[in-house]
């Protein structure tokens, strides 16, 4: 049986997605999500903000029924102390840390799907990783040779052919087979995911 819970990684520590996953969760929107994050760092987040945040360790205890408010947190630790808005090199592999542990989780059915907070590339790139991005990581870590992009909204979804390159290499990435499987792989999952009988894909 498919467990209903999402992963959600806030990302950067000491960016903006603590506080996202802080006032989300005050609001009642995180009821069936499990955050894979450093508790301390978003209890230290909610002082800051001056926002009760009461959690559970969902590692020790996966089947307790939280009450209104109450956050799943799967606790992985930061290597470094977190301060809201400076950028330390040392929490790079713990941003990656809470990656791997999420899609593991969404890999052998523990979790439905994986939400992501913003990183900094920057950041991790600086700590001598080589990152250019959460599409191309998942990816490694799945092992798909093809993956696809899409921005959605209600009315539009936009697929795109490349990531994360250059504008001046975007040319020379583009190919008919390139294409082919895209477009392949967006025709399938708007069937199979959006409910779509017959996409109609164009191709800008």
């Known amino acids: 049986m498919t467990t209903p819970f999402l992963a959600l990684t806030p990302g950067e520590p000491a960016g903006i997605g603590p506080d996202l996953v802080i006032q989300l969760?005050?609001?009642?929107?995180?009821?069936?999500?499990?955050?894979?994050?450093?508790?301390?760092?978003?209890?230290?987040?909610?002082?800051?903000?001056?926002?009760?945040?009461?959690?559970?360790?969902?590692?020790?205890?996966?089947?307790?029924?939280?009450?209104?408010?109450?956050?799943?947190?799967?606790?992985?630790?930061?290597?470094?102390?977190?301060?809201?808005?400076?950028?330390?090199?040392?929490?790079?592999?713990?941003?990656?840390?809470?990656?791997?542990v999420a899609v593991s989780g969404c890999l052998d059915g523990r979790f439905a799907a994986l939400v992501t907070g913003p990183v900094h590339k920057g950041i991790i790139n600086d700590a001598g990783i080589a990152f250019t991005g959460h599409t191309e990581y998942l990816a490694q870590l799945c092992k798909s040779d093809q993956v696809v992009m899409m921005l959605a909204t209600e009315g539009l979804k936009v697929a795109l052919a490349t990531t994360h390159l250059p504008l001046h290499s975007v040319s020379q990435a583009i190919s008919q087979e390139l294409l082919t499987r895209v477009i392949s792989v967006l025709h399938r999952d708007l069937m199979a995911h959006f409910g779509l009988n017959r996409p109609r894909v164009l191709v800008c």
């Open 25 to 100: 969760n005050n609001a009642g929107e995180l009821n069936d999500v499990v955050v894979v994050a450093d508790p301390t760092a978003l209890e230290q987040r909610a002082e800051l903000l001056g926002l009760e945040l009461r959690w559970f360790d969902y590692g020790l205890y996966p089947q307790h029924s939280p009450s209104y408010g109450e956050l799943r947190v799967l606790p992985l630790s930061c290597h470094e102390p977190v301060k809201a808005g400076q950028l330390s090199v040392e929490n790079a592999q713990y941003v990656l840390r809470c990656l791997d």
